[in-house]
């Protein structure tokens, strides 16, 4: 079946822009994570969702950061006025069940901001 | 800010040896859970220990956790050159919805 899918794949920001980034999870995967991973490190915690509710967002990293998922599927994080520490891959997971399970990653998205 | 560490950083082994990597973890955990990484297939899930199981196996994967030490190894044994990626673990934690991943370690399987 259909993975976890992220759109667009790369995108190229000039400093200052407004980028959104959308993640498709599983069909019925309770759960949505955001983590942003810079290159040699492992993904950082960014937001979780449990259906619609945004039950954590500690991780992110300023108020410029926004994460939604309003009907419990699609999902878009939102980054305003990027800065170059912005770029990085950001990576989208579900999971069946809330908490803290096994979870499927998308390819991710690769955010280059010059 | 990481919640685990994995050592060593980097592992070359040849072909058929056995792979070993350790993690270790700050916090009480729910679970812990080994992921690999590779530029073909993006982040896979590989294997699920619960806080209250000591060993777990899964196909050449064997993984063992010791809360008292806050710390698990993952073994690959008979490594193929496909095993060739980066491996993280990632902590569930008890209580919260923070998903903690390590540093990861970096192993090349040498045909």
């Known amino acids: 079946g259909a993975g976890v899918s992220q759109s667009p794949r790369y995108k190229v920001a000039k400093r200052g822009q407004d980028v959104a980034l959308r993640c498709d999870p599983i069909?019925?995967?309770?759960?949505l994570f955001w983590y942003q991973q810079a290159l040699g490190q492992g993904p950082e915690f960014l937001t979780y969702?449990?259906?619609?509710?945004?039950?954590?967002k500690s991780g992110l990293p300023s108020d410029r950061f926004f994460a939604e998922r309003p009907e419990g599927s699609v999902s878009t994080l939102k980054i305003q006025r990027t800065q170059q520490e912005d770029s990085a891959v950001y990576l989208c997971?579900?999971?069946?069940?809330?908490?803290?399970?096994?979870?499927?990653f998308g390819p991710g998205t690769r955010l280059t901001v010059t | 800010s990481q919640q685990g560490e994995e050592d060593p950083q980097a592992l070359s082994i040849q072909e058929g040896e056995n792979a070993t990597m350790n993690c270790s973890y700050k916090?009480?955990?729910?679970?812990l859970q080994w992921y690999r990484q590779n530029s073909g297939r993006g982040l896979v899930h590989l294997i699920l220990?619960?806080?209250?199981?000591r060993e777990k196996h899964s196909g050449r994967l064997r993984v063992t956790l010791d809360t008292s030490k806050k710390s698990s190894s993952l073994l690959i044994t008979a490594s193929r050159a496909a095993d060739t990626a980066s491996y993280f673990c990632?902590?569930?934690?008890?209580?919260?919805?923070?998903?903690?991943f390590g540093t990861g370690t970096s192993l090349t399987v040498i045909p």
């Open positions: 997971a579900s999971s069946l069940h809330a908490g803290p399970y096994e979870q499927y």
């Open positions: 069909s019925g995967h309770v759960s």
């Open positions: 969702f449990q259906n619609e509710a945004q039950l954590d």
């Open positions: 916090t009480s955990i729910n679970n």
């Open positions: 220990i619960r806080s209250n199981e």
């Open positions: 990632a902590t569930g934690p008890n209580t919260g919805n923070q998903f903690y």
